[in-house]
């Protein structure tokens, strides 16, 4: 009877491991929440650097998944009225989340194609994206991609042209006074399935299940 309740016990544990609560929210935000006002067709971007004025990390703080990525615009093509639809097409944005192999070296690890593109406001597309701490972000246009026109000399900015598939690695050449429009939050992922801890995953305590955790009956009956 004791050896039996002793089992019980410990599966009851178990249970609550797989079941109990998640913590506080450790989600943050990285990246440059500027708003462009330039574009270059053909182009790569990615901020390396910012001024002390720009109350996000530029890197990311904590690995884990990018649950949504934002992009802000100014661009006054939507003032051309009708072809405001085209230019959405046009601007659509890719996301790439790049990890730095020297000053001027940065390796693609993933990525994610944003939808139609506002180009007078902000724009929040979805994704799920791996990140690893001190990751960069990366801007790439279709055909054209967005980026700001800062002046500030803290604010320090790589581009180069040319395909970058995932798993590539390119060169950037670095300027001064430009940013990249994006931001992204990124979700812990404690369970290694891919799936964001706070809003993607109902159960983050098992990477076996994305809904809601099964519940554990237990019994100490002999």
């Avoid at 910012?50 to 649950?67: D, F, K, Q």
Wanted: aromatic share 6%; proline share 5%; hydrophobic share 35%.
């Amino acid at each position: 009877m004791k050896k039996r309740l002793s089992v019980a016990l410990a599966l009851t544990a178990v249970a609550s491991a797989i079941v109990g609560t998640t913590s506080a929210s450790a989600a943050t935000e990285f990246g440059s929440g500027c708003t462009a006002n330039k574009s270059q067709d053909g182009a790569v971007w990615v901020s390396t650097g910012h001024s002390t004025a720009s109350p996000l990390p530029v890197t990311a703080p904590i690995s884990g998944v990018i649950t949504e990525w934002h992009v802000n615009s100014d661009q006054e093509a939507t003032a051309e009225g009708n072809l405001a639809g085209e230019f959405s097409r046009i601007f659509q944005q890719r996301l790439l989340v790049l990890r730095s192999e020297g000053t001027e070296s940065f390796k693609v690890v993933a990525e994610a194609s944003g939808g139609p593109l506002n180009l007078k406001g902000s724009n929040t597309y979805l994704s799920r994206l791996p990140v690893g701490q001190g990751d960069y972000l990366g801007l790439a246009g279709n055909p054209y991609a967005l980026y700001c026109e800062t002046k500030s000399e803290a604010d320090t900015f790589g581009s180069t042209v040319g395909g970058t598939p995932v798993g590539s690695t390119f060169k950037v050449k670095l300027a001064k006074g430009l940013q990249v429009p994006v931001t992204a939050r990124v979700e812990p992922d404690v369970d290694g399935d891919g799936y964001g801890d706070e809003t993607q995953d109902q159960c983050p305590q098992s990477s076996a299940y994305q809904t809601a955790c099964p519940t554990v009956l237990v019994s100490s009956l002999s």
